[in-house]
């Protein structure tokens, strides 16, 4: 990445953070300097020398950026460190004033007699990470897993099955690959056993799938407490991985997984019976 590239990459980050273009110039700019006038910031950032005044005085609002009083005056950035742990601050009050003011709205009532019915998808890699950690973190008695990738593995799911296996949850995971299987079985309290649903996997994996190199591969199969399923597809080109998942004892996405799961474990540990 050029330094051209990474400068724009930067400014775009912090205008995902909640910077406006021009502060996000301003601050990337004088970050590379030991300090700079408002002339010296909009020859290297193009922003309208009248502009950088607002821009840097927001910053200084933000915490970001410290300003010397003299003539001309001069401005300089904080450190890098000291910027993250500021932003962080912020968003994350941010985030417990959101999680707040979501959740004194009042809930509109609703009929749950179709909830037996009920399948809903989802997609990005973070949100199905985040759902399938919340979902066993809600189990009461049974997780089954089947991983068709390593890749979803992370700390954080191994800490979700770590609580669920304090909690006296009962814990089945499956894996394809050989290796895989005896790093979880190391880790984990859990019935750990190679799957012999290889097609979940694409050649690429190393899993030895049958499938062909552009058909999309299984991430993840989760069932939790017989009753939930959660199941996500990776595309093998652009990486985006989906899910869906459904609920209900009845639901035939529920029975249908639920039989292909049990394939490779005992008769006597099928989770369908």
């Known amino acids: 990445m050029t330094s051209n590239e990474q400068y724009e990459h930067a400014v775009d980050l912090l205008q995902q953070l909640g910077l406006k273009e021009y502060e996000a110039k301003c601050f990337v700019v004088l970050s590379r300097l030991p300090k700079g006038t408002a002339k010296q910031i909009s020859e290297q950032s193009d922003v309208p020398r009248t502009r950088v005044y607002d821009a840097t005085r927001?910053?200084?609002a933000r915490g970001l950026v410290e300003v010397q009083h003299s003539s001309p005056q001069y401005f300089r950035a904080v450190s890098i460190d000291e910027a993250i742990a500021t932003l962080r601050q912020q968003y994350e009050s941010r985030f417990d004033e959101l999680q707040d003011a979501v959740e004194g709205l009042e809930q509109s009532t609703t009929d749950d007699s179709d909830t037996v019915h009920e399948v809903w998808s989802l997609s990005g890699s973070d949100a199905i990470?985040?759902?399938t950690q919340q979902l066993i973190g809600e189990a009461d008695?049974?997780?089954?897993l089947i991983?068709?990738?390593d890749a979803v593995l992370s700390e954080e799911l191994y800490e979700s099955l770590d609580d669920a296996a304090d909690r006296d949850v009962s814990l089945i995971v499956g894996t394809l690959a050989d290796s895989v299987r005896e790093e979880i079985d190391r880790r984990l309290e859990a019935k750990v056993f190679l799957s012999e649903l290889?097609?979940?996997g694409s050649p690429s994996d190393g899993y030895g799938g049958s499938a062909r190199d552009e058909?999309?591969?299984?991430g993840r199969l989760l069932m939790v407490d017989r009753e939930t399923i959660f199941v996500s597809s990776v595309d093998p080109i652009s990486g985006k991985e989906q899910a869906v998942f459904g609920r209900g004892f009845s639901n035939g996405l529920v029975v249908i997984v639920r039989r292909l799961m049990a394939t490779g474990l005992l008769a006597s540990e099928d989770p369908g019976t």
Request: net charge negative; aromatic share 4%.
């Open 58 to 60: 927001v910053l200084e």
């Open 129 to 131: 990470a985040n759902r």
């Open 141 to 144: 008695d049974e997780v089954v």
């Open 147 to 149: 991983l068709g990738t």
């Open 198 to 200: 290889n097609w979940l």
């Open 215 to 218: 058909d999309t591969a299984i």
